[in-house]
């Protein structure tokens, strides 16, 4: 398999998931679902200050990647 051919794989494959994301996106925006907060999401709001760090949602969501690329890297292998 040469290298176009490998990018060229990966590229498709990323574009799908980019899509099926998107579409997700939308439908969930379209539904008034809203982002809530998770335990362990920094939140402090003062009388004109507003800090919010998701630091939970930024290790789910750093789980969830590596967990799908470590999948698609082994599909890729085959």
Do not use: E, H, V
């Not at 574009?15 to 999401?41: A, C, E, Q, V, Y």
């Amino acid at each position: 398999m040469n290298g176009f051919s490998f990018i060229a794989k990966t590229l498709i494959i990323m574009g799908g998931f980019l899509l099926f994301l998107g579409g997700l996106l939308l439908l969930l925006s379209t539904t008034g679902w809203r982002w809530k907060l998770l335990p362990g999401d920094i939140y402090i709001q003062r009388d004109n200050f507003t800090f919010y760090f998701p630091i939970t949602t930024c290790i789910l969501a750093s789980l969830f990647l590596t967990l799908l690329l470590t999948l698609i890297s082994l599909l890729l292998r085959r």
